[in-house]
Structure formats: C-alpha cells, structure tokens
C-alpha cells in the first residue's frame, strides 16, 4: 500500500515563504507524475504544479515565477516551495502522485491527507 504524507502548512503572512513536503512510502515500482494540487473554500480542486516523468514541469499561471516544485534524489520526497505568499494561496494542499506500485498494475493516482495553508496578515 503507497501512502503520501504532507507536512509544512501553516499560517503565513502576504509575502512571505513556505515549503511543504510530501514522503512517500510503501511499495513503488514506478513513477508516472507527482505533483501539487490545492483546494480553496467553495472552490474546485486545481492543479498547482507536476512534475511529469516524461515531460516539462507544469505550473498554474496563478503561481509561476511564485512556486517550485521539486523532488529528491530517491525520489521519494516532493516538494513545494512558495515565496511571495498571497491571501488567494489560501487552501488545503494536497500531494499527488500517479504511479504503479507493481510492474502488472496499471498506474493509479495517490493522494495525500491534505496540509492547511492560510496566507493573512
């Protein structure tokens, strides 16, 4: 069983940073994308940023040039950085990740139990 677990949310105030986490564990045979997805209040779920193995890194024009996505060598950590912090990143993150835990299983899509970001003065 794959399990995702965030850390690093909090209250922040405009224009400030935060990077959040997000470990991986369980079996993992391979990885087809991991990214960020956000959820505001009376709101969609939305895609913040992926990396996709086998393609170019996506972010949201809400927050490019404001968040980077990244992982670790082992590739079992994801990252989100997020520098200049508005009141509109407001939400619960939540880390995604689409990959076979097997090599006879068809890639699935993971979710993480979600952080609580809150940006306010």
């Known amino acids: 069983q794959v399990q995702l677990v965030e850390s690093g949310g909090g209250l922040v105030q405009p224009g400030r940073s935060l990077r959040l986490s997000c470990a991986a564990s369980g079996s993992i045979f391979a990885t087809d994308a991991v990214g960020w997805y956000r959820q505001a209040p009376g709101k969609q779920r939305e895609l913040v940023a992926l990396i996709p193995t086998s393609s170019n890194t996506y972010y949201a024009d809400s927050v490019k040039d404001r968040f980077t996505i990244s992982r670790d060598n082992a590739k079992t950590t994801v990252y989100l950085q997020m520098n200049s912090l508005k009141p509109e990143d407001t939400a619960v993150y939540y880390c995604?990740?689409?990959?076979?835990?097997?090599?006879?299983?068809?890639?699935?899509?993971?979710w993480g139990q979600g952080t609580q970001v809150t940006v306010s003065s």
């Open positions: 995604y990740a689409l990959l076979q835990s097997t090599p006879w299983r068809t890639p699935t899509a993971y």
